[in-house]
């Protein structure tokens, strides 16, 4: 099939996913499988929905993400916690849909309450807020940002992002389960996919901030963690053969203000598949940092975001691409891509995750090759003027999407297996390609998350 006929079906499929709320189009169905129980993938993911979003403001239909940014506007939290079971101010929903009662149209949010572990989600207002911004860029419709209630919005997430804490980071702390790895998969702390999000968001929100709406200390503090966070980020998450080098030869147990080894990390901890691993001309920002541990997996949504975004500097952003190049058989394989490198396996995956049997080693979460990630991968890649990568993942990804009905994700050490409990024709999975095919052929579209 060829790309103009998966586009077409990819459209097709996008635009039969849509739901109303009202007699207005307002999000889609994270999938149709008509193999399966619906479960909760009959709601409209917040997070699930910004590929169709982007691929709606790709093709100039900005009524459905107008929409739905005023929908879960009217969504988010604004009561005080007071019972410790209910949302925090600021936080949005994970999902909604659309119920039918009398010939009435109710909206059921889903903050958390009913998800696997009660794990409500920290991404869904960073999303929240960069999909705002990709909106106002794309329509020139500065008045829906202009409103109070949105300028209000924006400061509900920054003073839930930005709240004094127990910690002398930067970074946000968040716990497993509260992102797209929405299962325990020892990302606790401060995983790299929030802080690129985190810093996505608190770029977003200073353009998108107004004066008029008393917001000077707002964008005050924001702009003192945005220069925190990056070089907090660039510095500690960084990992190529140098600092390989320094980590080995680091010192344990310093003590005083001027260390090496701020993180107390110790070189047996280094594991040992990534010596041989990591190439020369390669690197990587790493899955996590914390006081005596440093996540080596690679994370593949964290890092392209940091390229798309401008988080990573441009030494950085081509000694990623040069990693995805030379180890391409392990993170893009028969499907772009992994989602994570390498999976956790053994006595490890028993204690990491709990037994759990939807992240057995190169599956889902651990080590699975999940499609959506395609539109990442070639916004990177065309951010970095590596278009051979980009056209190569899509051809890749043309040989299996189609002929596989869209699956959610991938499984076994190169993806060659459709996922064991994967959905069929999932929603961000087609939005996916659409968003990818854009990039690869309009770098336009990068002014969107470019900072």
């Known amino acids: 099939m060829t790309s103009s006929d998966l586009l077409t079906e990819a459209w097709q499929k996008l635009d039969e996913s849509i739901f109303a709320y009202q007699g207005r189009p307002v999000g889609t169905v994270a999938a149709s499988d008509p193999e399966l129980k619906a479960l909760n993938y009959d709601q409209c993911f917040i997070r699930d929905f910004v590929p169709s979003a982007l691929a709606f403001l790709i093709r100039g239909d900005t009524e459905i993400v107008r929409n739905f940014l005023i929908e879960t506007l009217a969504m988010q939290s604004h009561e005080p ?21 009398e010939g009435e149209d109710k909206l059921f949010v889903d903050f958390g309450e009913s998800a696997i572990a009660k794990v409500p989600p920290v991404d869904s207002c960073l999303w929240w807020i960069v999909l705002l911004r990709a909106y106002t860029k794309t329509s020139e419709d500065c008045d829906l940002a202009c409103k109070p209630e949105f300028q209000e919005g924006i400061k509900l997430i920054l003073e839930m992002c930005l709240v004094h804490r127990f910690a002398m980071f930067p970074t946000m702390l968040v716990p497993d389960g509260a992102f797209m790895i929405d299962r325990r998969m020892g990302v606790y702390e401060h995983p790299l996919e929030i802080q690129v999000l985190f810093y996505a968001a608190l770029k977003a929100a200073k353009e998108l901030l107004l004066p008029e709406f008393d917001s000077e200390n707002y964008c005050e503090a924001l702009e003192q963690r945005l220069n925190a966070l990056t070089y907090h980020v660039r510095e500690y998450y960084w990992i190529d053969l140098q600092r390989l080098n320094e980590i080995y030869r680091f010192v344990g147990d310093e003590f005083g203000a001027e260390v090496a080894n701020k993180f107390n990390i110790y070189a047996e901890s280094i594991p040992h598949w990534l010596t041989e691993w990591l190439p020369e001309n390669g690197g990587y920002l790493a899955g996590n940092l914390g006081p005596g541990r440093m996540d080596f997996r690679f994370f593949a949504l964290g ?13 950085e ?11 391409w058989h392990d993170l893009i394989g028969y499907m772009p891509m992994k989602i994570c490198y390498p999976a ?9 995750t709990g037994c759990d049997p939807k992240n057995i080693p190169w599956s889902y979460h651990n080590g699975g090759n999940w499609p959506v990630l395609l539109w990442l991968l070639v916004a990177a890649a065309q951010k970095a003027q590596r278009l051979d990568l980009a056209k190569s993942a899509i051809e890749v990804a043309q040989q299996r999407l189609q002929l596989d009905r869209w ?12 996922g064991k409990e994967a959905r069929r024709y999932q929603t961000w999975t087609f939005a996916s390609f659409i968003v990818a095919d854009a990039f690869l052929n309009d770098p336009k579209y990068l002014s969107w998350f470019d900072f």
Request: aromatic share 10%; glycine share 8%.
């Open 81 to 101: 916690q007071m019972d410790f079971f209910s949302p925090g101010p600021g936080l949005m929903p994970a999902s909604f849909k659309v119920e039918h009662h």
């Open 303 to 315: 890092n392209l975001l940091a390229i798309i975004t401008s988080l990573a500097s441009e030494s």
């Open 317 to 327: 952003t081509q000694s990623i691409m040069n990693l995805i190049e030379e180890r």
């Open 344 to 352: 956790i396996q053994g006595e490890e995956w028993r204690a990491v």
């Open 407 to 418: 699956p959610e994700y991938y499984d076994g050490k190169s993806g060659r297996l459709i």
